[in-house]
């Protein structure tokens, strides 16, 4: 089976806006809330896990986010 790149790379493309839209979403309003509960962190640890369970895939991408400037 040939895979046609530019339907990949486009289906590729709307999922990842959507990911980034709900996790900017879930980031933000988690992050405020613990701030608003006393989070008193210059940063905080993060990470996101991309699982591809057709294909027995996982990666961990790791980060840290600023909370104020440094």
């Known amino acids: 089976m040939a895979v046609d790149k530019e339907?990949?790379?486009q289906s590729i493309r709307r999922f990842l806006k959507e990911v980034?839209?709900?996790s900017h979403q879930q980031?933000?309003?988690q992050v405020l809330a613990a701030v608003e509960a006393g989070?008193?962190?210059?940063?905080?640890?993060v990470s996101m896990t991309l699982t591809l369970p057709s294909l027995n895939h996982t990666t961990t991408i790791s980060g840290r986010?600023?909370?104020?400037d440094q």
């Open 65 to 68: 986010l600023a909370l104020r």
């Open 39 to 45: 989070l008193t962190s210059e940063s905080i640890e």
């Open 27 to 29: 980031l933000e309003q």
């Open 20 to 22: 980034g839209i709900k």
């Open 7 to 9: 339907v990949l790379n």
